[in-house]
């Protein structure tokens, strides 16, 4: 990316405090009743999951990387916390890493994108096409799993 003035690298980072209490807020209700309802899949929740690149593809051509923490994640999409608005529609690959260690970038677009609290954003991400969850996570319990370490994907 060095030299290519067309994408650029971003970290939005939050604090654990706030993803904690971010995912607290989550929990409680107070925004995931919205969508709760109309999940048409399981997703995994992703706690303690290490930061995953997600590539945003805007309308003018320009491209950049960010760092984001994801919170869940099903066959359909993935929902992650940043510090940062992101715009909805935009495209947008997501770095994952499968089982065996080889990066896959999963296209998609964000459909949603709102302030959990403070400037904590939850932004979820509709995948092109369904995902087969289980080569991408480690299942640690029911419904709760890590997402395997991106190694390079950085």
């Known amino acids: 990316m060095a030299g290519d003035s067309r994408k650029r690298e971003e970290v939005f980072t939050i604090t654990d405090v706030e993803r904690r209490y971010a995912l607290r807020e989550l929990r409680n209700g107070r925004r995931s009743r919205r969508c709760g309802d109309r999940r048409k899949t399981p997703r995994y929740d992703l706690d303690g999951t290490e930061p995953i690149v997600i590539e945003l593809h805007r309308q003018n051509g320009t491209a950049s990387r960010m760092l984001a923490k994801p919170h869940n994640m099903g066959v359909l999409g ?39 609290c403070g400037r904590v954003q939850e932004v979820g991400v509709e995948f092109d096409s369904a995902l087969e969850v289980a080569n991408f996570v480690h299942e640690t319990a029911p419904g709760r799993a890590r997402l395997q370490p991106a190694g390079d994907c950085a």
């Open 78 to 116: 993935l929902a992650f916390l940043n510090g940062t608005i992101v715009p909805l529609g935009a495209r947008c690959v997501v770095h994952l890493a499968d089982l065996e260690g080889r990066e896959v970038g999963v296209p998609g677009k964000v459909v949603h994108c709102h302030i959990v």
